[in-house]
């Protein structure tokens, strides 16, 4: 049994650093066909990175490949292999030999991890069907969290292409997990809780400073109040809201107040704050036994 165990989390792993790739890849897609968008509405946008992406639009999806963002050589299916393909060739292209970036190997690394973790942490007995697709939601749901946070820390921006699938899986995982509950309707209430403490208050702080400011000085984006709407979902339980809505505040805190003291960061300055809360997010979801037996403990 422990063996079957050790090699379905291999097998995760391996899954997860695929997917990561996968997420690299439609994040650069994702930008490409925002510029175009944004450019046919008329909105100033790069000139530079709209020629530089354009080539990954121009190709229907049954004949899309990937190419090198610098010097758009298709690559090869041995160009691609997740994770070998950035070391051997030491994050450069075959073909101009220019630097890639780290993003690629951190997507494949993280969602490994991830993915990994995520059977290691799993609360529920896996042998179960429903605990299964539970699972397999989760890991979706993982992926499409990887796409939005590179996005959104590169270009603050939350694009619903990715954030309403993601609201979709949120509810879909959270009628599984209420229909599995011994106790349904104190499991709702704490869903009602949990959408309430981290959707609800950031939808009130998105409406209020729309209200009085206008929409270009709000203090959160309303892509933050959807992105909440699927974390909260995928919670379920108001705790590990609070516990959410807390690390992510205190680790957005720890990072922005060094620069703000040196005088390198204004204070109404705009920061990313997707990737804060799926931050906090994570933290809560694996942390979550901690965090009931601590409450317990105190209640």
């Known amino acids: 049994m422990m063996i079957r165990m050790i090699m379905v989390t291999i097998s995760l792993g391996i899954l997860g650093v695929t997917m990561g790739s996968f997420a690299g890849a439609q994040v650069w897609r994702l930008r490409a066909r925002q510029l175009q968008e944004d450019k046919k509405a008329g909105e100033k946008v790069d000139g530079k990175e709209l020629k530089k992406l354009t080539p990954l639009t121009k190709k229907k999806l049954t004949k899309d490949r990937s190419l090198c963002l610098e010097c758009g050589h298709e690559l090869r299916?041995?160009?691609?292999?997740?994770?070998?393909?950035?070391?051997?060739?030491?994050?450069?292209?075959?073909?101009?030999?220019?630097?890639?970036?780290?993003?690629?190997?951190?997507?494949?690394i993280g969602l490994g991890l991830l993915f990994s973790l995520s059977l290691m942490f799993w609360l529920g007995d896996i042998t179960q069907t429903w605990q299964v697709v539970s699972l397999s939601i989760w890991l979706t749901g993982l992926t499409l969290l990887a796409i939005l946070f590179v996005y959104d820390l590169r270009w603050q921006l939350l694009p619903d292409i990715i954030n309403v699938p993601f609201i979709i899986l949120g509810a879909m995982f959270a009628a599984v997990?209420?229909?599995?509950?011994?106790?349904?309707?104190?499991?709702?209430?704490?869903?009602?809780?949990s959408l309430a403490?981290?959707?609800?208050?950031?939808?009130?702080?998105?409406?209020?400073?729309?209200?009085?400011?206008?929409?270009?000085?709000?203090?959160?984006?309303?892509?933050d109040v959807k992105l909440c709407l699927g974390l909260a979902l995928f919670l379920g339980d108001w705790l590990l809201a609070f516990a959410t809505l807390f690390a992510a505040n205190f680790i957005g805190t720890l990072l922005v107040l060094p620069p703000m003291l040196m005088g390198k960061l204004k204070a109404n300055a705009r920061i990313a704050f997707g990737p804060l809360l799926i931050v906090g997010f994570l933290v809560a979801w694996f942390c979550r036994q901690a965090i009931f037996d601590w409450c317990y403990f105190f209640i």
């Open 177 to 193: 997990q209420l229909s599995l509950s011994s106790d349904i309707t104190a499991h709702a209430w704490s869903l009602a809780g």
């Open 77 to 108: 299916w041995y160009d691609l292999l997740p994770l070998v393909s950035w070391l051997t060739l030491r994050g450069r292209c075959r073909y101009c030999k220019k630097f890639i970036g780290w993003t690629e190997l951190l997507l494949e």
């Open 197 to 223: 403490i981290l959707s609800g208050v950031y939808a009130l702080l998105y409406l209020f400073s729309y209200i009085r400011y206008g929409e270009e000085r709000t203090w959160v984006g309303f892509g």
